[in-house]
């Protein structure tokens, strides 16, 4: 492995991140940005088959149907097809709870699914160009297992308010304010 591959690692692995993270906070910018303009997603018939454009519209109406979602990736295997072509499959695990605006009627269900990628650099930029979703399994939570009585329970924040969002520098950007940070 040598350094321009462990970059391509890197900066794919970015991309899957920064997704997860628009999925989160209903940021459907980041979301957008991790697909080429001409990229193909092939999610369950009856979430979304076809153009980024439509997955995108998809997810700016179910997304807010939800009261919180968490999506964490495990296992990500990235092979090579040439220095511009990337074969990604990552597992996903997904909290998500509907409200009373979602059909699931407030219960929350968990899935269990890969992501099988191909990413492309185009123009030097990483992004997906084609994506398919395998589930593998789901789980509704049994409806009196939740309970957010504790003072710091359900701070998530889907409204562009997240502390998470905060801009921060990079290796040679502006160092980013530090409210509420021990001095």
């Not at 957010?148 to 359900?154: F, G, I, K, L, M």
């Amino acid at each position: 492995m040598n350094i321009d591959e462990l970059s391509a690692r890197a900066e794919i692995h970015d991309v899957l991140l920064r997704y997860c993270r628009g999925l989160d906070r209903v940021d459907l910018s980041l979301v957008r940005g991790a697909f080429h303009d001409d990229a193909w997603i092939d999610f369950p018939e009856s979430l979304h088959i076809g153009g980024v454009e439509g997955f995108v519209g998809f997810l700016a109406a179910e997304m807010p149907r939800f009261e919180r979602t968490m999506h964490f990736l495990g296992n990500s295997l990235i092979d090579f097809d040439g220095p511009d072509v990337a074969h990604v499959e990552t597992y996903l695990s997904a909290d998500h709870q509907g409200s009373d605006r979602h059909h699931w009627k407030n219960e929350t269900v968990k899935l269990w699914a890969r992501y099988l990628d191909r990413f492309e650099r185009r123009d030097g930029v990483w992004r997906i160009a084609r994506r398919r979703m395998v589930v593998d399994w789901m789980f509704k939570y049994p409806a009196g297992g939740w309970f957010d009585d504790h003072p710091d329970a359900s701070v998530t924040r889907r409204d562009g308010t997240d502390p998470a969002l905060r801009a921060t520098a990079g290796f040679t950007g502006t160092p980013a304010a530090t409210d509420g940070w021990p001095s």
